[in-house]
């Protein structure tokens, strides 16, 4: 069972308008939660993060949002660059005296921007 | 600053071999951790080793194992492989194996099972 999810393997937005990568978590002990990037050949980079006590952090133009009622992540791009296409994972920490060493991964999300 | 370096980049065994992967951490990070991404799919904790002691486990068969080496270098060993081993292997680093600190990727080695 995937504790993780994203549920849209792909999504293509143009240059310049906003993108919203969506994750969705099944264990409500999950503390903190991060995104990656990764561009192919490469391992993935880290993005943005957020701990469970917050519902938003921004880093110029990445947001993450935490709904925690609804078990549910979105990251936000804004404007959108096409050097911003890679693949996002959203990840999450267990929490339990765990260590961000152990990560649970989502599938990711294929983000295209087009010129 | 070198990265998080892993070698080798590609490796092609067949089925019931050994194999080994080595991995460098970024210097004075001590914690080195490391999962499996198969084709598809994100990336899976398999451990994580801190001063040297096994600090977690994920979900593998006692066939994949690992040490930290004193300069916190580290080697993933994966016996009697099966074609179900084929994937992407990352190493990663921190500082410290707490949640906010922040994990550092090498590019991986992309290991094919025949």
């Known amino acids: 069972d995937q504790q993780v999810k994203q549920n849209s393997p792909s999504l293509s937005v143009q240059e310049g308008r906003i993108s919203i990568l969506n994750c969705d978590y099944t264990n409500s002990m999950f503390d903190y939660f991060l995104w990656y990037k990764k561009y192919p050949a490469e391992g993935p980079t880290f993005l943005i993060s957020?701990?469970?006590?917050?519902d938003k952090n921004e880093d110029g133009r990445f947001t993450v949002f935490l709904n925690k009622s609804a078990k549910h992540l979105s990251l936000h791009i804004v404007p959108s660059q096409p050097g911003d296409s890679a693949v996002y994972f959203c990840a999450a920490s267990p929490g339990y005296g765990g260590s961000q060493g152990n990560l649970i991964f989502g599938k990711g999300t294929k983000l295209s921007v087009k010129p | 600053d070198a990265g998080v370096t892993q070698s080798p980049t590609h490796l092609i065994k067949t089925r019931g071999q050994h194999v080994t992967l080595r991995c460098s951490p970024i210097?004075?990070?001590?914690?080195v951790s490391w999962y499996q991404q198969v084709l598809g799919q994100g990336p899976q904790f398999i451990f994580q080793?801190?001063?040297?002691?096994?600090?977690g486990r994920g979900n593998f068969p006692d066939r994949f194992s690992a040490r930290q080496f004193p300069n916190y270098s580290s080697e993933l060993n994966v016996n009697a492989l099966l074609l179900g081993d084929s994937a992407l292997y990352l190493c990663?680093?921190?500082?410290?194996?707490?949640?906010?600190?922040?994990?550092?990727f090498g590019s991986g080695t992309q290991l094919s099972v025949l």
């Open positions: 210097s004075g990070h001590k914690s």
């Open positions: 957020i701990s469970s006590i917050k």
């Open positions: 080793y801190y001063e040297k002691e096994e600090r």
């Open positions: 990663a680093s921190s500082s410290r194996p707490t949640t906010n600190e922040k994990l550092f």
